[in-house]
């Protein structure tokens, strides 16, 4: 079974975020990069599911150079090579860019000329937390969209997924190929193995600019963006309020606040 | 005036709060249509009508829900193609963003999700997005196509403006790419009793330090005598101490109720993403560095089992 597994490098979450005043897109300077964590999920399930196959994984990522370290992460978790989409135009690029960026690439030479049975993604890049390409990229692909996936069983035929609902889980079944994505809760990412992570040096990388993917600058970047930031404001901080020490009346004093607020 | 197209939220007719949100701020914009996909019209015509609904667009063909979002995206795309459609609101649930994902593709129009706000402006419709955590408030105006925004519940009060809620039924020939996935089983977890999480308007959350799926009794007790949901942080849905639909925080909900009560939760900036826009927040923690009484409004340095039972009776005292 081929799989591809499409991962977004993202500013690591424990540091603090903030917009550039120039252009209004993240300033990723101020903050390390790693590879986004939902996607650390479809990484595995990818292997795990070759695995079971003896399958292949091919590793997407659209993003700037920096986004090579978020390949290699995959490739030496066990992932076999890499598609890096790189190009000065794709800064500032939404999530309607991002999805026709990775539809071509998928098409490409490089990515086999689509012949994937499954693609799967995170569902959600802790960045900019939009949840929209997964969707996006199977409504560009025509390809059976199977997200929020829980649980993920094929037999090379077809697949079968449990989709998180707000009430429990919906099972959605279609044939191949597909696109998936994964919540969490799906499983638990290896690390990397000190072998593993020599062998990812080893391990082939093909770089595609948008020349070769056939795309124009003026479609993809902030140029080509469907939606503009007209301005943005920081907030204050949230500032502490009252504290108190619990000396045996903790639970009253706190339903007095409440009260004392209108919310009780 | 341009028609504005609310997708409906609901469970066979019985419908969501996030709608009657919709519904409200769709009347600044434009004229209302909801758009009501499924089953259930019947039980759902009062609520529409009374938020405003001026027409309903029905679609009650069970292909529609025998195949996970790309029906409901084809049919808006349709209504959009069809009619003077100014902006397509949709819930911005889960669920919701993947309909305005396809939709946006289909129509070649730009969308917005997580919207806390939308107004009409010279610059056409403007959405207010809370991000970052709610440390930083940006607003966007769509530069192509019919404006599809996705907006987050619990973001608007609902107020009623009777319409007529006029019935129009709508006929989908559904292409066979809409049909790719199908749903062989729904599977629905026993109901609580208790709000939906994203749109309670109080909010009880326990953390590692409720120590253990059976003390989350503890929790529920004080949610239900404040007529709450429950929420959990990931370290406790980890453990295996409540469900994963129940998690708030960077990968699990965003909430954004009027209280928010954090018990046995340090307040980790991931957790922090998911519940930071509350209106008051308060939180029980043994520790009195935990970061989470950096952002509370009322803070309590003492041991969870102590407190949550106290305020749990003393609530239940003041309601008499
Ligand atoms: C990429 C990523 C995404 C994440 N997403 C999320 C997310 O969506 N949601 C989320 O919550 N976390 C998320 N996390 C995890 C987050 O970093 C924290 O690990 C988690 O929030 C900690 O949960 P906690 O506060 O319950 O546990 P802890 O940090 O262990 O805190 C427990 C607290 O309970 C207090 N305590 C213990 N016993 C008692 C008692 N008897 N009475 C009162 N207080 C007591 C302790 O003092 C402590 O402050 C994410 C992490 C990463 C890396
Ligand atoms: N630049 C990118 N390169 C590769 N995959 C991406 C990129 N952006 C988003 N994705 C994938 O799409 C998923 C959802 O992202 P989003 O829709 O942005 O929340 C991520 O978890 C990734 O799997």
């Given at each position: 079974?081929?799989?591809?597994?499409?991962?977004?490098?993202?500013p690591?979450?424990?540091?603090e975020?903030?917009l550039?005043?120039e252009?209004?897109?993240?300033?990723?300077?101020?903050?390390d990069?790693?590879?986004?964590?939902?996607?650390?999920?479809?990484v595995?399930?990818?292997?795990?599911?070759?695995?079971?196959?003896?399958?292949?994984?091919?590793?997407?990522?659209?993003?700037p150079?920096q986004?090579?370290e978020?390949?290699?992460?995959?490739l030496?978790?066990?992932?076999?090579k890499?598609?890096?989409?790189?190009?000065d135009?794709?800064?500032?690029?939404?999530?309607?860019?991002?999805?026709?960026?990775?539809a071509?690439?998928?098409?490409s030479?490089?990515?086999?000329?689509?012949?994937?049975?499954?693609?799967?993604?995170?569902?959600?890049a802790?960045d900019?937390?939009t949840?929209l390409?997964?969707?996006?990229?199977?409504?560009?692909?025509?390809?059976?969209?199977?997200?929020?996936?829980?649980k993920?069983?094929?037999?090379?035929?077809?697949?079968?997924?449990?989709?998180?609902?707000d009430?429990?889980?919906?099972?959605v079944?279609?044939?191949?190929p597909?696109?998936?994505?994964?919540?969490?809760k799906?499983?638990e990412?290896?690390?990397?193995?000190?072998k593993?992570i020599?062998a990812?040096k080893?391990?082939?990388?093909?770089?595609?600019?948008?020349?070769?993917?056939?795309?124009?600058?003026?479609?993809?970047?902030?140029a080509?963006?469907?939606?503009k930031?007209?301005?943005f404001?920081?907030?204050p901080?949230?500032?502490?309020?009252?504290?108190?020490?619990?000396?045996?009346?903790g639970?009253?004093?706190?339903?007095?606040?409440?009260?004392?607020?209108?919310?009780v | 005036?341009?028609?504005?197209?609310?997708?409906?939220?609901?469970?066979?007719g019985?419908?969501?709060?996030?709608t009657?949100?919709?519904?409200t701020k769709?009347r600044s914009?434009?004229?209302?249509?909801?758009?009501?996909?499924?089953?259930?019209?019947?039980?759902?015509?009062d609520?529409l009508a009374?938020?405003?609904?001026?027409?309903?667009?029905?679609?009650?063909?069970?292909?529609?829900?025998?195949?996970?979002v790309?029906?409901?995206?084809?049919?808006?795309?349709?209504?959009?193609?069809d009619?003077?459609?100014?902006?397509v609101?949709v819930?911005?649930?889960?669920?919701?963003?993947?309909?305005?994902?396809?939709?946006?593709?289909?129509?070649?129009?730009g969308?917005?999700?997580?919207?806390?706000?939308?107004?009409?402006?010279?610059?056409?419709i403007?959405?207010?997005?809370?991000v970052?955590?709610?440390?930083?408030v940006?607003h966007?105006?769509?530069?192509r196509?019919?404006?599809?925004?996705?907006?987050?519940?619990?973001?608007?009060?609902?107020?009623?403006?009777?319409?007529?809620?006029?019935?129009?039924?709508?006929?989908?020939?559904?292409?066979a790419?809409?049909?790719?996935a199908?749903v062989t089983?729904?599977v629905?977890?026993?109901?609580?009793?208790?709000?939906?999480?994203?749109?309670?308007?109080?909010?009880?959350s326990?953390?590692?330090?409720?120590?253990g799926a059976?003390?989350f009794?503890?929790?529920?007790?004080l949610?239900?005598?404040?007529?709450g949901?429950?929420?959990?942080?990931?370290?406790?849905v980890?453990?295996?101490?409540?469900?994963?639909?129940?998690?708030?925080?960077?990968?699990?909900?965003?909430?954004?109720?009027?209280?928010?009560?954090?018990?046995?939760?340090s307040?980790?900036?991931?957790?922090r993403a998911?519940?930071?826009?509350?209106?008051?927040?308060?939180?029980?923690?043994?520790?009195?560095?935990?970061p989470?009484?950096?952002?509370?409004?009322?803070?309590?340095i003492?041991?969870?089992?102590?407190?949550?039972p106290?305020?749990t009776?003393?609530?239940?005292?003041?309601?008499g």
């Open positions: 079974m081929k799989i591809v597994v499409c991962v977004k490098q993202v690591d979450t424990a540091s975020k903030a550039r005043s252009d209004s897109t993240l300033d990723r300077d101020a903050v990069a790693v590879m986004n964590e939902m996607d650390e999920f479809a595995e399930e990818a292997l795990q599911l070759a695995e079971r196959t003896d399958g292949e994984v091919t590793v997407l990522l659209m993003g150079d986004g090579t978020t390949i290699r992460k995959a030496s978790m066990g992932a076999h890499g598609i890096h989409v790189v190009d135009a794709l800064h500032g690029s939404d999530a309607v860019a991002t999805s026709a960026v990775l071509a690439a998928l098409a030479e490089e990515g086999a000329g689509g012949a994937y049975d499954l693609i799967i993604l995170g569902s959600e802790s900019a937390r949840s390409v997964p969707a996006m990229l199977a409504e560009r692909l025509g390809l059976p969209q199977l997200t929020f996936a829980q993920v069983d094929t037999d090379g035929a077809n697949v079968t997924v449990e989709r998180l609902t009430y429990g889980h919906d099972v079944t279609s044939g191949l597909a696109v998936v994505s994964v919540v969490e799906i499983n990412p290896r690390y990397p193995s000190f593993g020599m990812a080893k391990k082939p990388v093909s770089t595609l600019d948008l020349g070769d993917l056939g795309l124009d600058a003026a479609e993809v970047g902030a080509g963006a469907w939606s930031v007209e301005d404001a920081v907030r901080p949230r500032t502490t309020g009252e504290l108190v020490k619990d000396e045996g009346d639970g009253k004093q706190l339903v007095s606040f409440l009260a004392s607020r209108k919310l | 005036m341009a028609e504005i197209l609310v997708l409906v939220d609901h469970l066979d019985d419908v969501k709060k996030v009657l949100e919709l519904l769709a914009l434009g004229e209302v249509s909801a758009v009501f996909v499924g089953s259930g019209f019947d039980t759902a015509k609520k009374e938020y405003g609904a001026a027409t309903v667009h029905v679609a009650d063909a069970d292909e529609l829900t025998a195949h996970p790309a029906p409901k995206a084809e049919l808006l795309a349709k209504l959009v193609a009619g003077d459609v100014a902006a609101l819930p911005g649930t889960a669920e919701g963003k993947e309909v305005a994902a396809r939709l946006a593709i289909k129509t070649g129009s969308v917005i999700t997580d919207a806390v706000d939308v107004v009409a402006s010279d610059q056409g403007v959405a207010e997005q809370s970052f955590g709610g440390s930083t940006v966007s105006t769509i530069t196509g019919t404006p599809v925004v996705a907006v987050r519940p619990n973001a608007t009060q609902p107020e009623p403006a009777p319409a007529a809620a006029e019935r129009v039924d709508v006929a989908v020939e559904l292409s790419s809409a049909k790719l199908t089983e729904r629905v977890k026993s109901r609580t009793g208790r709000p939906d999480l994203t749109e309670a308007s109080i909010v009880v326990g953390g590692r330090g409720v120590n059976e003390n009794t503890v929790v529920e007790a949610a239900d005598a404040l007529g949901a429950v929420g959990a942080s990931r370290a406790a980890d453990s295996g101490w409540y469900p994963h639909q129940s998690q708030v925080g960077q990968t699990g909900k965003t909430v954004s109720p009027q209280l928010y009560v954090a018990a046995g939760i307040g980790a900036i991931q957790h998911g519940m930071q826009t509350s209106k008051t927040i308060v939180a029980v923690n043994k520790d009195a560095e935990a989470i009484f950096d952002l509370v409004d009322f803070g309590v003492g041991d969870l089992f102590d407190v949550l106290q305020a009776e003393e609530v239940a005292a003041r309601k």
